[in-house]
């Protein structure tokens, strides 16, 4: 059973259902859980998630699926980040925004589509290789 006083939806409820495509197994799943690359300087750190997201959307083949979590929900905002995020999305990469945490950082998702950790656990699981930078 799941302790909807915790505020953290593990179930699929208003968010809708995820695509059977996504959820079959053998996809590349890329999950980022920050708006920066590595743990230097935040200006740095920032430009290597920018531009590990450009050369992805030069070279998306095999990807299935971007997953943003809590401060990745970030890299959807205005800037560098947002348009590779867009381009992925235009060559049919899925872009899934954790819904707990476009709320808890404010956020209004500008790509991709807000979904329940729960859909994101069943797509890392079913995932052939999960690649976090």
């Known amino acids: ?10 179930v699929p409820s208003e968010l809708g259902e995820i695509d059977e495509e996504l959820l079959e197994p053998g996809a590349t799943v890329i999950l980022l859980n920050s708006d920066t690359w590595g743990q230097g300087a935040f200006e740095t750190g920032r430009k290597l998630m920018e531009g590990f997201l450009a050369a992805l ?25 947002r348009h590779s ?12 925004v954790c819904s707990v945490s476009a709320r808890e950082h404010g ?24 690649i976090t930078p």
Do not use: S
Request: net charge neutral.
């Open 107 to 130: 956020v209004v998702p500008i790509v991709g589509r807000q979904v329940a950790l729960f859909h994101i656990v069943q797509t890392l699981l079913r995932a052939k290789k999960v």
């Open 1 to 10: 059973m799941v302790d909807k006083t915790q505020e953290v939806y593990l």
């Open 85 to 96: 995020l867009d381009a992925l999305e235009r060559q049919g990469v899925e872009i899934l």
């Open 57 to 81: 959307a030069e070279a998306a083949a095999g990807v299935r699926a971007v997953v943003l979590v809590n401060r990745g929900v970030l890299l959807g905002d205005e800037g560098p980040a």
